[in-house]
């Protein structure tokens, strides 16, 4: 099954995640309730280490923080805070770990691995439950401890993929004119980067700073956007679960409004112990615009091609 591609986290983004304060805050509250004294903690995909020196801070007997990426520079802020000796690090992709390699098992599992984005988050909770499976205690207690989605059918307008895909065919149309020359896979590779990136809120993942004081939440503007029905439960998961179900093959949404449906606006909630923890949003266009009355149930696929492009299509009534 195509998946969309990893997110690349860098020294930048971490220090941006640590900006955003409430979520900081809401992470912090979640481990230090969860993790008890002498307690076995694993932080998978510790990233800056925050959430490791949190739990060292806790009381947890020995904290385990394990990231693909920038170990060095999280292992040197806990030794600068003091906590070299409270924290091993290690340096290595999760899903390629057996037990033998971090030496036992977890009373908590730390999982903040979430890209806020469903179509790589799918996943990243399967991995999150192998996590729990592989490294956890019967009763090992993880953080989020559940994932919820919601779909929003909305009109987007500071984004039309049409006109951009349109604009992209005359591209072609344009080089074969100039060059005498057929680009077409060149125009396809960059057809096919088109919905994905338009799945983010690009002003608020912009390489910018921002303020430590602001809401630790990921929105689109809504000046960018019109919501046509109200926010419909998708799926939620809960890691005390067995097995990860996979998301649905299909959304149905009933417009609240008249208007022009564009695509669907998912908000991602991770959550512990009822309460959330930071919440997202992303965006998955139609294929094609449609119409939509007041009233009006609209089913549109979440299967494969969905997957593969992020473009959602009709479903069509046999
Ligand atoms: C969203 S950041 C969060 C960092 C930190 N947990 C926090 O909440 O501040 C996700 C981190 O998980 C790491 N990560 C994701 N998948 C991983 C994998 N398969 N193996 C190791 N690290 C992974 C990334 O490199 C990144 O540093």
Redesign the pocket.
Known sequence: MAAAA????TPD??LR??LSID??HN?QRAVRAAVAPGARVL??????G??AMIAAGAGAGHVVA?????VTLARTVAAHNGLADRITFHE?????LGPADLGGRFDVL??????NHPLIDEE?SR?VLDLRHRFGTPDCVVIPGEVRYQATGCERLDWDLATELTDLDQAGEALRGAYGRDFGPLVDAVRHGVAMRGARPAKAVAHAWRSPTRSGALRFPRGDVRLLTAAHDWVSFDYQAATFPGFPDEVRLVATTAGRLTGVIWTQQLRYAGQPLWTSESYSPLATARLVDEGQEVTLLTGDRWRATNILSHHQPT
Do not use: E, W
């Open positions: 990893d997110v690349p986290f983004l971490h995640l640590l979520r900081g992470v932080d998978a995909g510790t990233g800056s925050l959430l394990v990231d693909r990426h920038h290595a992709d999760l899903a390629a730390i999982a903040m691995i979430h890209t990243r991995l």
